[in-house]
């Protein structure tokens, strides 16, 4: 039980980081992971990647569609 209220804490403390950045910075912090997965030989090689379109200021990964 101890280990939801962690893992719940490290959810909402995140969200909370996330929801901070200003839209410039989210983008800019979005941009550079996708130009370093872009670079990750397996993701060169994958057939098939899953993903997702970004909710709450979650990762923007548009450029890697």
Same mark, same amino acid.
């Given at each position: 039980? @101890? @280990?939801? !209220?962690?893992?719940?804490?490290?959810? %909402?403390?995140?969200?909370a980081?996330?929801?901070?950045?200003l839209?410039?910075?989210?983008? $800019?912090? !979005?941009?550079?992971?996708?130009q @370093?997965? !872009?670079?990750?030989? $397996? *993701? $060169?090689?994958?057939? %098939?990647?899953?993903?997702? *379109? !970004?909710?709450? $200021?979650?990762?923007?990964? @548009?450029?890697?569609f």
């Amino acid at each position: 039980m @101890k @280990k939801l !209220s962690i893992k719940r804490q490290l959810r %909402t403390d995140l969200l909370a980081k996330r929801k901070a950045l200003l839209p410039e910075n989210w983008q $800019q912090k !979005s941009e550079q992971l996708c130009q @370093k997965i !872009s670079n990750i030989p $397996q *993701f $060169q090689e994958a057939k %098939t990647i899953l993903g997702y *379109f !970004s909710i709450n $200021q979650e990762p923007d990964l @548009k450029e890697l569609f």
